[in-house]
């Protein structure tokens, strides 16, 4: 199955990615949602989250509730 592409308005890539070749970037997609794709493969698969669950995740991330690595 061939998947469609995904535009984003504009990807971006933490400046943490610069540190290591193995990253991730993220877009905002027209529904307000986020998409997430390797760095590596740009025209590759991308996920898409729910503008909701990506909030809740990075909130995690920023309270401590997700260990980081």
């Not at 070749?21 to 590759?44: I, L, Y």
């Not at 669950?53 to 997700?66: C, P, Q």
Request: net charge negative; with cysteine.
């Amino acid at each position: 199955m061939t998947m469609p592409a995904i535009s984003a308005r504009g990807w971006y890539k933490s400046s943490y990615s610069a540190q290591a070749n193995e990253c991730v970037e993220t877009g905002h997609v027209t529904t307000g949602d986020m998409a997430v794709r390797d760095s590596k493969d740009p025209s590759g698969p991308a996920l898409i989250f729910r503008a909701s669950a990506w909030e809740a995740f990075v909130a995690a991330i920023k309270t401590g509730e997700l260990p980081s690595a």
